[in-house]
């Protein structure tokens, strides 16, 4: 497809179960971000990656988060013993070049995940 | 650290009328980007309009622009014509323009409604 993708649209998890999200980038694109909304709210960042390394976690909110990007192309954000407060929109976006200097590379989001920790 | 503050949770303007939605920041960086982002039902975050911040020139897109006003760290969006399809929530977004992991960092939002 065009545009980034992300599955499954919808997640309901109960309390304590681990769950799995995956996005894709547009083709080629080399950099990777999540970002977690909460309900009423912006969103905010979690994690990056240039290709497949990832080069900040400063936003995981606990080591119950877990990313990765193997191949530096599709990345899956995993949670581990989901608790209420995980209930969220997780969003995808890629963008094509590196994201460093002073070079702008917009970056595109997917539809997110809409998770629902029971 | 970077804040975003937008103080209109929601807004209302009729059809083919003038809005204007508001956004702050604080930052102690001199070069970054602003944003808006138009976010609709289907959860796509869509890039409306961006703002280099060592440009003095507001930008422009078609009925979107800019009020940029760097000493007050103020940066407005305006929507003239508005249409049916510009009902959305609009979120305003800051983001280094040096430096790695140009991550972005969003307000809380504002929901516009459009009515006939």
């Known amino acids: 497809g065009a545009g980034v993708s992300q599955s499954p649209r919808y997640k309901v998890a109960k309390r304590g179960q681990d769950v799995a999200l995956r996005c894709d980038p547009i083709?080629?694109?080399?950099?990777l971000f999540w970002y977690q909304q909460a309900l009423g709210q912006g969103p905010e960042f979690l994690t990056y990656?240039?290709?497949?390394?990832?080069?900040?976690k400063s936003g995981l909110p606990s080591d119950r988060f877990f990313a990765e990007r193997p191949e530096g192309s599709v990345s899956t954000l995993k949670i581990q013993r989901t608790q209420q407060e995980d209930s969220a929109v997780y969003l995808c976006a890629s963008s094509r070049g590196r994201e460093i200097g002073n070079s702008y590379n917009e970056q595109f989001f997917g539809p997110g995940t809409r998770l629902t920790v029971l | 650290a970077q804040t975003v503050t937008q103080s209109q949770p929601e807004m209302s303007v009729q059809e083919a009328e003038t809005v204007t939605l508001s956004c702050t920041y604080d930052t102690s960086e001199s070069d970054y980007y602003l944003f808006w982002y138009k976010q609709p039902p289907s959860r796509q975050m869509i890039l409306v309009i961006r703002q280099e911040a060592y440009k003095q020139q507001n930008a422009t897109e078609n009925r979107f622009s800019v009020n940029f006003q760097k000493a007050a760290k103020s940066f407005s969006l305006k929507i003239s014509d508005s249409q049916l399809g510009d009902a959305a929530m609009y979120f305003c977004a800051y983001r280094r323009r040096t430096g790695t992991a140009s991550k972005l960092t969003f307000g809380t939002g504002t929901r516009l409604q459009v009515t006939l």
């Open positions: 083709s080629g694109h080399v950099s």
């Open positions: 990656f240039q290709n497949e390394a990832q080069l900040d």
